[in-house]
């Protein structure tokens, strides 16, 4: 049972432009979210995270938005650059356990 | 920041021997590190955790007897994959929790395959 879902297995954003990402989760619970991005061959390195408490957490060209009443959440990335080509995982734990729940992943591909 | 050694990187071995891969928090006690696998344009698979000083919990599917887990020390998790065969071959990524930063940080990942 798949409690963390990305919906999209690729996307494919012009340089520049604006990239959406995006995750869904079931468990209400969850209340600590991540964004991890991976290249091929390597381990997954952490981008961003957001609390419940929160609708939103910006980091640079990342930001990343809870909707807690749609368990949804979204990861944009402005503007899009080719080093930005990567999987991206979306990841969700209750804080007061000791799992994080990771989604399939999304491929992006930034378009020179 | 935070981080987690694995090793090795890539290892070839032949049918039927056993390998071992080491995962290290450098600089800070995990209590808690995941096994995870990846095959191909596939996304991550968790296959147990490792709690220190405990037995793994197994995913359903994982063989506990294929995939000996081993967590001794706040800083060490091993994952042991017993009388390797080809299907066996595959990415194999480690993390370890730092509750400190309540994040996962992983390991780069080791490339097995077994001829």
């Known amino acids: 049972d798949q409690q963390v879902k990305q919906n999209s297995p690729s996307l494919s954003v012009q340089e520049g432009r604006i990239s959406i990402l995006n995750c869904d989760y079931t468990?209400?619970?969850?209340?600590?979210f991540l964004w991890y991005k991976k290249y091929p061959a390597e381990g997954p390195t952490f981008l961003i995270s957001i609390s419940s408490i929160k609708d939103k957490n910006e980091d640079g060209r990342f930001t990343v938005f809870l909707n807690k009443s749609a368990k949804h959440l979204s990861l944009h990335i402005v503007p899009s650059q080719p080093g930005d080509s990567a999987v991206y995982f979306c990841a969700a734990s209750a804080r007061s356990g000791n799992q994080f729940y990771f989604g399939t992943g999304t491929s992006l591909t930034v378009i020179p | 920041g935070a981080v987690v050694s694995q090793h090795p990187s890539w290892v070839i071995c032949k049918s039927g021997t056993s390998v071992k891969i080491e995962c290290r928090s450098l600089d800070f006690q995990a209590t808690t590190m995941f096994w995870y696998r990846q095959f191909p344009k596939q996304s991550l698979m968790l296959m147990a955790t490792s709690n220190e000083g405990s037995k793994a919990t197994y995913e359903q599917g994982v063989e506990k007897d294929k995939f000996l887990i081993n967590h001794a020390s706040l800083t060490l998790s091993t994952l042991t994959v017993t009388s390797a065969h080809p299907e066996d071959s595959s990415f194999y990524i480690c993390?370890?929790?730092?509750?400190?930063?309540?994040?996962?940080?992983f390991g780069s990942g080791t490339q097995l395959s077994v001829l």
């Open positions: 993390s370890a929790h730092n509750r400190a930063y309540e994040k996962l940080f």
């Open positions: 468990n209400s619970m969850f209340d600590y």
